[in-house]
């Protein structure tokens, strides 16, 4: 099983930066695509940014576009999250997700135990 750990969250004003990490270990050659996800107190978890671990393509929610950067670094097995002109309501659990090609139903299969975001006015 791969296993994911997030690092980097912690507490910032708005209008700052936080910069989050996640260190995949494991079978992570099987990796098709890589996730951040979030979840606020008494809300649903919701999809953040994706990117294809092979061709490093990019999908983000609108909510963070022109704000959120996702990245990864294949030869460490880590992908980030540059998070800057941070708002209150981005305060959240960040989750860190992958996909396995093995199992081509368009489903994230790993998740790690999240880190937590919190924004002040």
């Known amino acids: 099983q791969v296993r994911l750990v997030e690092s980097g969250g912690g507490l910032v004003q708005a209008g700052g930066s936080l910069r989050l990490s996640c260190a995949a270990s494991?079978?992570?050659?099987?990796?098709?695509?890589m996730g951040w996800f979030r979840q606020a107190p008494g809300k649903e978890r919701e999809f953040v940014a994706t990117?294809?671990?092979?061709?490093?393509?990019?999908y983000y929610t609108d909510s963070v576009k022109g704000r959120f950067t996702i990245s990864r670094d294949n030869a460490k097995n880590t992908v980030g999250l540059q998070m800057d002109s941070l708002k209150p309501e981005d305060t959240a659990v960040y989750y860190c997700?992958?996909?396995?090609?093995?199992?081509?139903?368009?489903?994230?299969?790993?998740w790690g135990q999240g880190t937590q975001v919190t924004v002040s006015p």
């Open positions: 997700a992958a996909e396995d090609s093995r199992v081509p139903d368009n489903q994230y299969d790993y």
């Open positions: 494991g079978p992570t050659s099987s990796i098709r695509r």
């Open positions: 990117i294809w671990w092979s061709t490093g393509i990019t």
